[in-house]
């Protein structure tokens, strides 16, 4: 059975990169290089993340499931707080990958946490291994660029 409201879920996350891919970065040093393991990874659980919620719903019955999502509302707040941050400032592609509030990588970060949390309101172990799939690719390839952006 489908459920087309969860897919709201992936589409919250989604929205910033879509402005992302219609404006250039400023200062960027060259092209990414990312890991061809992790981007696998990466690759493999963004694509869960995004289409295995249309086959669960949410449920907000219980105090664990308000919990997380109450997580899921946070980590879209600081979400979208680094991308505010980096439109604000001229698309300058080293602030995708700075801390924000002391939370390192948190545009790799936050992503990973709001998707684990929300196959809490899921109810999907595949949402959350899709998550940590998608973390174990994401968060490397992120932190390898990083570096190299000189920070």
């Not at 910033?16 to 250039?24: D, E, G, Q, W």
């Not at 899921?72 to 991308?83: A, E, F, K, R, V």
């Not at 700075?98 to 992503?111: F, H, R, T, Y």
Request: with cysteine.
């Amino acid at each position: 059975m489908f459920h087309p409201a969860s897919l709201f879920i992936p589409f919250l996350v989604l929205l910033p990169n879509l402005l992302f891919f219609r404006s250039t970065p400023q200062n960027m040093s060259g092209q990414p290089n990312p890991s061809l393991i992790f981007s696998v990874a990466e690759g493999i659980g963004r694509i869960g993340t995004m289409i295995v919620p249309l086959f669960f719903a949410v449920q907000l019955r219980h105090g664990y499931e308000i919990i997380s999502l109450i997580v899921m509302i946070l980590s879209l707040l600081l979400y979208y707080g680094g991308w505010c941050r980096y439109f604000l400032n001229d698309r300058d592609y080293g602030l995708l990958f700075k801390p924000v509030m002391g939370i390192p990588l948190p545009l790799a970060i936050s992503p990973v946490l709001y998707f684990l949390a929300g196959s809490v309101i899921l109810h999907s172990i595949l949402v959350f291994m899709f998550s940590v799939v998608f973390a174990a690719g994401h968060i490397p390839n992120s932190l390898r660029e990083y570096s190299l952006c000189g920070s």
